[in-house]
């Protein structure tokens, strides 16, 4: 059945689902179409084209990838130990197919979606990443004698490599893993972890909104 009031969520869903099954090269907007049960006229309605439904799709999916850490950090007593923030953003990561599809992929898929403006961001993300990691040494959360833009860098390539070499037998175990490696180099022993809750939720909300800017047909 053919819907032309469909809410767009549902078309990105529908993207998500190609995308996570045949990877980027294989969206196809008849695909996507038939998959949201709209004609194909209503996804040109909503989106230039399908780089710009890509795009869309891709800020989406981060979106939902940072509020589902956002909330496991929330819901976990010790949250806001360093190792607990860091496993619980892996998890929300490894919880959306089509971003693991887009990391996964050697069609080298973000990197055909990013304008210089994505070159920027990615930059100032990793500035971000490095001051979130001061705010954690000065709040006591994490051993204060590790260089925090290296630490920075090695977590992300720790990460990306994850991501690269999914889908893996039993990834709650590796994720698992890799937090205890870095409880053992990166934490302290602060009984109170509250501060790295609300510095975690602090830089996710800027994270939620700065996509949301992006995604917002």
Same mark, same amino acid.
């Given at each position: !059945?053919?819907? =032309?009031?469909?809410?767009?969520?549902?078309?990105?869903?529908?993207?998500?689902?190609?995308?996570?099954?045949?990877?980027?090269?294989?969206? +196809? !907007?008849? /695909?996507?179409?038939?998959?949201?049960?709209?004609?194909?006229?209503? #996804?040109?309605?909503?989106?230039? *084209?399908?780089?710009?439904?890509?795009? %869309?799709?891709?800020? +989406?999916?981060?979106?939902? %990838?940072?509020?589902?850490?956002?909330? @496991?950090?929330?819901?976990? =007593?010790?949250?806001?130990?360093?190792?607990? #923030?860091?496993?619980?953003?892996?998890?929300?990561?490894? %919880?959306? =197919?089509?971003?693991?599809? @887009?990391?996964? *992929?050697? /069609?080298?898929?973000?990197?055909?979606?990013?304008?210089?403006?994505?070159?920027?961001?990615?930059?100032?993300?990793?500035?971000?990443?490095?001051?979130?990691?001061?705010? #954690?040494?000065?709040?006591?959360?994490?051993?204060?004698?590790?260089?925090?833009?290296?630490?920075?860098?090695?977590?992300?390539?720790?990460?990306?490599?994850?991501?690269?070499?999914?889908?893996?037998?039993?990834?709650?175990?590796?994720?698992? $893993? !890799? $937090? *205890?490696?870095?409880?053992?180099?990166?934490?302290?022993?602060?009984?109170?972890?509250?501060?790295?809750?609300?510095?975690?939720?602090? !830089? /996710?909300?800027?994270?939620?909104?700065?996509?949301? +800017?992006?995604?917002?047909?």
């Amino acid at each position: !059945m053919v819907r =032309p009031g469909v809410d767009t969520s549902v078309i990105l869903d529908a993207t998500a689902r190609v995308i996570a099954e045949r990877g980027i090269e294989g969206v +196809r !907007m008849g /695909a996507v179409a038939e998959r949201a049960g709209v004609a194909k006229g209503v #996804l040109y309605l909503r989106f230039t *084209d399908k780089h710009d439904l890509l795009r %869309a799709v891709v800020d +989406r999916e981060f979106v939902l %990838a940072t509020r589902h850490a956002a909330d @496991l950090v929330a819901a976990d =007593p010790g949250g806001g130990a360093f190792s607990r #923030l860091y496993v619980h953003s892996l998890s929300a990561l490894h %919880a959306r =197919p089509a971003l693991l599809r @887009l990391y996964r *992929d050697p /069609a080298t898929a973000l990197r055909a979606l990013a304008t210089d403006a994505d070159t920027d961001r990615v930059r100032r993300r990793t500035l971000i990443g490095a001051d979130f990691l001061r705010t #954690l040494q000065d709040t006591g959360i994490v051993t204060g004698d590790l260089d925090a833009d290296v630490l920075a860098e090695n977590l992300t390539l720790w990460s990306l490599a994850l991501a690269a070499r999914a889908p893996h037998g039993d990834v709650d175990a590796l994720i698992l $893993g !890799m $937090g *205890d490696l870095v409880a053992r180099a990166v934490d302290t022993d602060i009984a109170d972890t509250t501060p790295g809750k609300r510095a975690f939720s602090a !830089m /996710a909300e800027a994270l939620i909104e700065e996509r949301e +800017r992006s995604c917002t047909p």
